[in-house]
Every structure is written in structure tokens, then in C-alpha cells.
């Protein structure tokens, strides 16, 4: 064998038993194993596979979370968005209310610029977000439209349901008394029974379950616009009220007949001035007891 | 053959498993090749953290050139081929003390001369040398972990050897 291939056998680890007696033998076997023992001085930094492996483990689970990390913000911006967008769906599809207390009037306009007078104690609603598809107002009580030329909507109260191209009329709900009086252009009415059309200065009514239809061409706006109310043949119980709403007072009129009709006006400006244009031309009299009122014969 | 049991090393027992077999020898070969100066350490962590990420595309027995190609890369963009430093240690390694009685301390200039004969080696006999005479690596185990004949191995340890017998010759 020669010298290259025992160093290379014992390179290899392979020597057997003979061959190791051989290589022992070489000129430089001390040079060689004094190298080979030097070599070990060289030897790479102790690595331990257990620490390292945990180590890794440590850093894998940390990015797992780390991954699930940027979740939660996301979440969180998530829920804002969603609250975000449910409250804005929630309030731009609720109503828009106005309501009027007693002695209230107050003035507003529809989305279509359409302007509207509420009277007291008078509630009306419209949804916005809807008004191109549905154009509905809900009205409780006494207001006066002026509808923007073109634009077309339906009044809707608990007595009937008036539908108005570009014109300017009132409707009066209250209890037991319906009345809607046309001013300009066209209106029409429509009860559970009946339906009508209203020409300027018609007015439709129901008062205690009866309808009349009646025509008065003076009036060019509803009275109480100019802080007046004004009656036509109408039962005084409703008159006075009226007049509850127009005033901060109770009135008890039990000793008066409901079939007491009463003509005229009343201011509401002045409780006593109003008081008195009601009850002298019925002949009747009056007596105030703090804000409660009680109507009597003469 | 028979077929690998897995056929990824997403689950962390056949991960634990490779991490236990190849890291050592990840480790070692990466020191020996480029140095002590880019922690060898944190290059096969980094380049197990690699093999998990992509855990569902390597089968187990495609793990060990997956980390050494790995490693390696990851090495070579940091490593620029800057000089290789390869320090001996101060004293003599500890697991020599009982078995060879005989072993004696070579003096400074022979270790000096020597660090600088192994930095003269080319890459390849390197480590090839290093991982055989001071790892214990058969010539058989370093031609698999670089993917080389057993014939080149046998012939980058013997020039290693030659070349540097011939500079500490008469050096003590």
C-alpha cells in the first residue's frame, strides 16, 4: 500500500489493524498526528441541538401570534366601521319629526324645498332618505303646505290621505274633525270611503263623522297663519279645543250642548280677547281659575 | 425505499425530529465554511424558521438541501466574500485531555502558522478538512451534506492535508 493511500485510509478512519502498524511507520506519522491534534484547537463553537431547537420553537410560536396580532386591531377597526355604518343606516332611515307644542307654530321645508307651517300641538314626519322613492308625510294634527312647483307627495293622517301637485293647501286633523282647505292649484282627498278633488278655495271636511264639502273663495291663507283661528259652523266643543292648544289652559265646557255651532274668530295672542269672541255671540260666560277655564250659561 | 410517512414537515414532531438530525451539522458546516464572524447560530435558526414557514412544500426528505441551500444563501448575502476567520482556541479542547496523555500544547507560532495555512486552503477543501478531522465526519457523510462524490471529498481532504503539512513543516 502506498504512503498516499494509507493517509488516505486513516483520513477516512478505515486503517485496520495492520495497516494502523504501517502508518505508524511513516517518516511523518508524528508530524501528521501533531497536526491532527493541533486541528482540534480549530474546533467550531458547541452547538446544542436541544437549546437551539427550543429556541427556534419559541420564535415560531411568537410569529404565530405575532400573525394573529395584527388581527385584533382589524377587528377592533372592523366593529367601529360596523357601528359606524349601522348607526348611520339607522338614523338616515329613522324619521325626521317636527313637533309642535301647545301655543307652538313652527316653519320648516320637505326635502324638495316644499315649505311647511305646523301648527300647535302638531306633529309631522318624513323619511329623507327615502323621499325620491316615497314621497310621504305623516301628519298629526294642523299644517299648512306650500308645495314646490312639480313636486308631488302624499299627506298622510289617521282621517285621510291628501295628495298635492304643486299647490297651496291646510289640513286639520284632530279629534273628530278632518279638514283640508285648498288655496291654489289642485288637491285631492282621499277618505276610507270617499275621494275628492279640491279646487282653490274649496274645503273638505268631516266633522263628527259628517262630510261637507264648501266653497269659500275670501280666504287666500289659513288664519291661524296670522295667529288667528276661524271657524265655520263648527260644533264649540272643537272650538274650545282649539283654543286648549292655542293657550296653556284646560277648559271645561261639559255644561254647554256639543250641538252649539260657533262662527268667527279668535286671536292667540290674548287668552281674554279670545275668551270672549268665543263665548259673547253664543251668549255665553266665562270664569278663570288658575289655567282651568269653565264655560258657562248666561 | 420506503415511502417517507409524512409527506411534510409541518408537524412538530417530524420538525423537532430534522431539527435534531441536521441543525449540528448545519451548524458545523457553516462555521468551517464562512467563519466565526457571521454567527452560524442565528443563520440555522433563520434557515429552520425558513423551513417551517414553507413546512407544507418540503417533504421530509428534501428537508436537509432545503436548509443547506437555505443557510448557505443567507450566508452568502450577508458574507460578501469577506476573509474567513477561523480562531484556535486558547487551550486545548477539553475532550482530548484523558484520551490522548500523550497530547502536547503546540506553541504559538506552530498554531499561528497553521491558522494561516488553513485560510490559505481553497473553500472546498476547507471544509471538507475541518468537518472530517474535527467533526469525525466519514468521507461518505460530508459528500452527502455537500452533495458530492465520495471521490472529490477523499481528494479536497488529502490536498488539505498535504498543503498544510507542507507550511508547518519543521515548525514546533
Not at chain 1, 275670501?218 to 286648549?244: G, I, M, R, Y
Not at chain 2, 418540503?58 to 469577506?82: R, W
Request: charged share 25%.
Amino acid at each position: 500500500m502506498t504512503h498516499e493511500e494509507l493517509i488516505k485510509k486513516w483520513l477516512d478512519n478505515e486503517l485496520n489493524q495492520t495497516e494502523f502498524e504501517a502508518f505508524t511507520q511513516l517518516e511523518d506519522y508524528e508530524d501528521l498526528i501533531k497536526l491532527d491534534h493541533s486541528m482540534q484547537r480549530f474546533k467550531a463553537p458547541q452547538y446544542n441541538a436541544e437549546v437551539e431547537l427550543k429556541s427556534a420553537l419559541q420564535q415560531i410560536e411568537s410569529r404565530k401570534t405575532k400573525s394573529t396580532n395584527w388581527l385584533k386591531p382589524m377587528m377592533r377597526v372592523a366593529a367601529v366601521l360596523v357601528v359606524a355604518f349601522g348607526l348611520y343606516f339607522y338614523v338616515s332611515g329613522l324619521e325626521t319629526t317636527y313637533q309642535t307644542t301647545i301655543a307652538q307654530q313652527i316653519d320648516t321645508y320637505l326635502p324638495d324645498d316644499s315649505q311647511i307651517t305646523l301648527n300647535a300641538a302638531s306633529s309631522l314626519s318624513f323619511n329623507k332618505r327615502s323621499w325620491d322613492k316615497n314621497r310621504l308625510v305623516n301628519l298629526e294634527g294642523e299644517a299648512f303646505f306650500k308645495v314646490a312647483k312639480g313636486s308631488k307627495f302624499n299627506v298622510v293622517t289617521s282621517a285621510g290621505t291628501v295628495s298635492v301637485l304643486g299647490t297651496e293647501f291646510n289640513v286639520k286633523q284632530r279629534a273628530n274633525y278632518f279638514e283640508v282647505y285648498c288655496f291654489e292649484g289642485s288637491v285631492g282627498v282621499e277618505t276610507k270611503n270617499e275621494s275628492y278633488v279640491l279646487k282653490p278655495g274649496e274645503s273638505f271636511r268631516v266633522v263628527d263623522g259628517n262630510i261637507e264639502k264648501l266653497s269659500d273663495a275670501s280666504a287666500k291663507l289659513p288664519s291661524w297663519l296670522s295667529n288667528e283661528s276661524s271657524f265655520e259652523n263648527v260644533p264649540v266643543h272643537l272650538v274650545f279645543e282649539e283654543l286648549e292648544r292655542q293657550y296653556n289652559i284646560t277648559i271645561n265646557s261639559s255644561n254647554i250642548e256639543k250641538s252649539v255651532l260657533f262662527n268667527g274668530t279668535f286671536t292667540h295672542t290674548n287668552l281674554e280677547l279670545a275668551l270672549k269672541s268665543i263665548t259673547i255671540p253664543l251668549n255665553l260666560t266665562y270664569k278663570i281659575d288658575n289655567n282651568v277655564i269653565t264655560i258657562l250659561r248666561e | 425505499m420506503p415511502l417517507p410517512l409524512n409527506d411534510n414537515v409541518c408537524a412538530e414532531t417530524v420538525y423537532s425530529a430534522i431539527f435534531r438530525k441536521y441543525s449540528k451539522d448545519l451548524h458545523d458546516f457553516l462555521y468551517y465554511k464562512f467563519g466565526e464572524n457571521f454567527n452560524p447560530k442565528d443563520k440555522v435558526q433563520e434557515a429552520f424558521i425558513k423551513l417551517w414557514e414553507n413546512c407544507s412544500k418540503v417533504t421530509p426528505d428534501k428537508a436537509k438541501s432545503f436548509l443547506f441551500t437555505v443557510a448557505n444563501n443567507l450566508m452568502l448575502n450577508e458574507h460578501a466574500h469577506q476573509k474567513v476567520v477561523l480562531k484556535y482556541q486558547a487551550t486545548k479542547p477539553k475532550h482530548y485531555t484523558n484520551e490522548n496523555p500523550e497530547f502536547i500544547m503546540q506553541g504559538n507560532e506552530y498554531m499561528d502558522q497553521l491558522q494561516k495555512a488553513i485560510e490559505s486552503l481553497s473553500e472546498a477543501q476547507r471544509v471538507a478538512f475541518l468537518l472530517n478531522r474535527i467533526e469525525g465526519k466519514k468521507h461518505k457523510e460530508i459528500a452527502e451534506m455537500l452533495n458530492i462524490s465520495t471521490k472529490a471529498v477523499e481528494k479536497r481532504i488529502y490536498g488539505a492535508l498535504k498543503i498544510l503539512k507542507e507550511q508547518v513543516e519543521g515548525l514546533n
